[in-house]
RNA sequence: GGUGCGUUAGCAAAUCGGUUAUGCCCCGGAUUGCAAAUCCGGUUAGCCCAGUUCGACUCUGGGACGCACCUCCA
């Protein structure tokens, strides 16, 4: 049985799904004005984790994940760049395939973009007026009477008093109160017109809420299972789609709320506003892109993630250990999990536990300590399958340890070379030879069938 | 100021009221021409102070420290 912890609730409960063995879930994506950073690796990637294991269970699952392209900090960058929103918007949106696809992100199978739904966005907000929860601003903004609907703050624990008392709350004219937030932005005279459009209320732009419960209404109905999405999010952001969907509908929005923890540096979020962030394309640099994905599961999804180099290379060399186990024998692709087995029970429960990937993984590890020792090949496979279900250990285990270079002929050459002076008991001249390579980083090693070599 | 979360061995990171977490590092042994890999064994824990309990890292209360949200942020 499956617990989710689900932050409405502040605690683990038993996943119910609406619909019999049916999961819809809609998880908070990218705003496309730059390239995505490690914060956005984990929550693509924990989502994915997710996805992958509500189908391993069995359930259809349809996951939605929005596309932002349109916004404040977009429409800035563009104008800054001197392009067009759509051409900026597409560049990063293809920036960011690329990199989901390097971390084996599973695409969603649907990602809506604001721009194309901005009639239904319309709609909803047309509802939440009717329903008296939306007003017309003397200044043209169409903005959300936050106190109008009850329960407000459910979500991130909230009182609207506690609210009051931070003073941060951008203070604006035409609100009836603070507290209230934007669902239509008027039109500017500075503004392109690719980023208007028409309404009953005059030009404008939807504010950024709006766009979730819109698309999340459209794509999975009023009513559905799991929302996700970053720690930060919890608010305004989803606080906010509760109370636009819940106010339009007049009807329960989501059952299961799940946010991940953040990436840190130096025991800091790493965000964009503060500068501290590495893009995933940048990591990509130095290391192997299942390195990364394996570093950003091998935590539990709510933990703080400290980033740093020292850690990723931890990482590697425990990925080396589970690759290094399926090396020795020859796992079939067959990629079939036995659930009936020991290993693969631990297994399951720890995923069912929400989600515990930490435990999950250091299930793999006592089973490849299992192959190690017992050389069986159903062992392998076992290993080899359950880490396909976390998109993890699918390759072929001598490409993984001996990675990406130009010089492997060379490499050939110098072992046979060794090898040649090992037949002829040159012992001196073998030990040259592999210590030459071993200064370059390649790690020989001698076994009954040959000479194997790897990347360290 | 309000609210929430966290503090586990050298590092990273889980579980659990009593039984080896796991990975990396380190030490010893087996193995190897020497290595590497692997196997076997070992060292190193639970911020502080009270309380509950036969027994607490695990529950309760208090404190300290750290992080986050309250403003765009995954």
Redesign the pocket.
């Known amino acids: 049985m499956l617990k989710i912890y689900n932050t409405l609730a502040?605690d683990k409960q038993e996943f119910v799904s609406i619909e019999p063995n049916v999961v819809r879930m809609y998880v908070?994506?990218?705003?496309v004005y730059d390239y995505c950073?490690?914060?956005?690796a984990?929550?693509m990637v924990v989502f994915d984790m997710v996805y992958r294991w509500f189908k391993a269970s069995g359930y259809d699952i349809t996951y939605v994940r929005n596309i932002?392209d349109i916004?404040?900090?977009i429409i800035r960058r563009a104008a800054e760049n001197n392009e067009s929103i759509h051409s900026l918007t597409q560049k990063f949106v293809d920036a960011m395939h690329a990199d989901a696809d390097a971390l084996g992100v599973t695409r969603p199978d649907h990602e809506p973009r604001a721009t194309q739904y901005v009639p239904e966005m319309l709609e909803m907000i047309a509802k939440l007026e009717a329903n008296g929860l939306a007003y017309l601003a003397a200044d043209g903004d169409v903005n959300y009477a936050v106190r109008k609907f009850e329960g407000y703050g459910k979500l991130?624990?909230?009182?609207l008093?506690?609210?009051r008392?931070?003073?941060?709350?951008?203070v604006t004219e035409g609100k009836n109160d603070p507290?209230d937030?934007v669902l239509w932005k008027h039109a500017r005279d500075d503004e392109a017109e690719e980023v208007k459009w028409d309404s009953k209320w005059g030009r404008g732009r939807p504010g950024?809420h709006i766009e979730c419960s819109a698309m999340g209404s459209k794509l999975l109905g009023e009513h559905f299972d799991i929302h996700g999405?970053?720690?930060?999010?919890?608010?305004?952001?989803h606080e906010n789609e509760i109370a636009q969907s819940e106010g339009a509908h007049q009807c329960s929005y989501v059952n299961y709320w799940m946010?991940?923890?953040?990436?840190?540096v130096d025991?800091?979020?790493?965000?964009?506003?503060?500068g501290n962030?590495f893009t995933i394309r940048e990591v990509l640099k130095q290391y192997d892109a299942e390195v990364v994905r394996f570093f950003i599961l091998?935590?539990?999804y709510?933990?703080?993630?400290?980033y740093s180099d020292?850690?990723l290379?931890?990482?590697k060399?425990?990925l080396?250990?589970l690759y290094?186990?399926l090396?020795?024998g020859s796992a079939s692709d067959e990629r079939v999990v036995d659930w009936n087995e020991a290993y693969a029970v631990r297994f399951k429960a720890?995923m069912d536990?929400?989600f515990?990937t930490?435990?999950a993984?250091?299930v793999?590890?006592?089973l490849?300590?299992d192959v190690?020792?017992s050389q069986s090949e159903n062992a392998a496979a076992q290993l080899k399958a359950l880490g396909a279900v976390l998109g993890l250990l699918e390759r072929d285990p001598l490409v993984f340890l001996q990675g990406a270079g130009s010089d492997d002929a060379q490499i050939v050459g110098k072992i046979a070379a060794?090898n040649a002076a090992?037949l002829a008991k040159n012992?001196?001249e073998?030990?040259r030879i592999?210590k030459a390579l071993?200064a370059d980083g390649i790690?020989?090693?001698?076994?009954a069938a040959g000479?194997n070599w790897?990347r360290v």
């Open positions: 502040r908070c994506g990218m705003t950073h490690l914060g956005h984990r929550v932002t916004d404040d900090k991130s624990g909230k009182s008093e506690d609210l008392a931070g003073e941060r709350v951008e507290l937030f950024w999405g970053g720690a930060d999010l919890q608010f305004p952001h946010h991940n923890g953040f990436v840190r025991n800091e979020k790493m965000s964009k506003s503060l962030f091998r935590a539990h709510r933990s703080p993630l400290n020292a850690h290379d931890d990482a060399k425990a080396d250990r290094t186990a090396k020795s720890a536990d929400d515990n930490a435990e993984i250091a793999l590890f006592e490849a300590n190690n020792r060794r090992k012992y001196a073998a030990d592999r071993l790690v020989l090693e001698d076994s000479t790897r």
